[in-house]
């Protein structure tokens, strides 16, 4: 009944040949199909940008959480990336995930982890598939946004008193058109493989991964701590230490250098 409701909405601002509604269980991997062949069919052309928006939060079970936050994500990628694939006579196009700022951070409590958990995949997907190899041998261009808390209906049951309590906890949250307004900028400015903030009152932007380097340094850096003090496991205490032996190493050289010419 939303859905068709909202067809004709749309319908009635953009005109029949450019709304169309498909009732699609994100769940089943038939109902996946039938929708991207249904758009295609009905727009009589190949699928520019997908869409994974369906969500829920974790009121409703762990398990249907996960079912429909990520495995269904997964799902519909993999059957995106098959039709766009220009190596199978696709086209390339865009995919666009929606995840969350929960994907971004540790949860809450225990009952939110599910959400939380199924949020961070996401981005972990996204990122996977989202590497410029992978872009150019198939044509695919893979985002996600990681909204703050919106207005939608997913706050009703998200915390005890629900918008209430969130707008007390975190401030008003944004309206949906102002997610949808980052989520267009994404399309046109993302690059591929990023994952994008949207926050109130500022611009969308990027946030970053640990590049391996970083990685391996943070390694050799472990290496010089277990010969220099004997640790055999190190904390972020000890990689700050770490960083500021190095940072002071690097000083004290450059000071001998000038001083020595």
Request: neutral net charge; proline residues 3%.
């Amino acid at each position: 009944d939303v859905g068709e409701k909202t067809k004709l909405e749309l319908t009635e601002e953009f005109g029949k040949e450019k709304v169309h509604f498909i009732q699609c269980d994100v769940t089943k991997e038939d109902d996946l199909k039938q929708l991207y062949d249904g758009c295609e069919e009905y727009f009589n052309g190949s699928v520019d940008i997908f869409c994974n928006n369906a969500g829920i939060n974790h009121a409703r079970g762990w398990r249907l959480c996960m079912d429909i936050d990520i495995m269904a994500v997964m799902a519909a990628t993999e059957l995106a990336f098959a039709k766009m694939d220009i190596r199978r006579g696709g086209k390339g196009g865009i995919i666009l995930n929606t995840a969350s700022i929960a994907g971004l951070m540790p949860g809450m409590s225990i009952e939110h982890t599910p959400y939380f958990v199924a949020k961070g995949a996401v981005v972990t997907l996204t990122r996977s598939l989202g590497q410029d190899k992978i872009l150019k041998s198939t044509g695919v261009k893979v985002q996600c946004v990681c909204p703050h808390f919106a207005d939608t209906n997913l706050l009703v049951d998200f915390f005890p008193g629900g918008r209430d309590f969130l707008a007390k906890a975190f401030g008003t949250p944004m309206t949906p058109e102002f997610v949808v307004d980052g989520f267009l900028k994404t399309l046109k400015y993302g690059r591929n493989g990023a994952a994008v903030v949207i926050q109130k009152d500022a611009p969308p932007f990027e946030i970053g991964i640990v590049p391996a380097a970083v990685l391996r340094l943070l390694g050799h850096w472990a290496k010089m701590m277990n010969q220099l003090f004997g640790y055999s496991y190190l904390q972020q205490s000890h990689q700050i230490m770490s960083v500021a032996i190095s940072v002071l190493f690097f000083i004290f050289t450059i000071i001998l250098l000038f001083s020595v010419l």
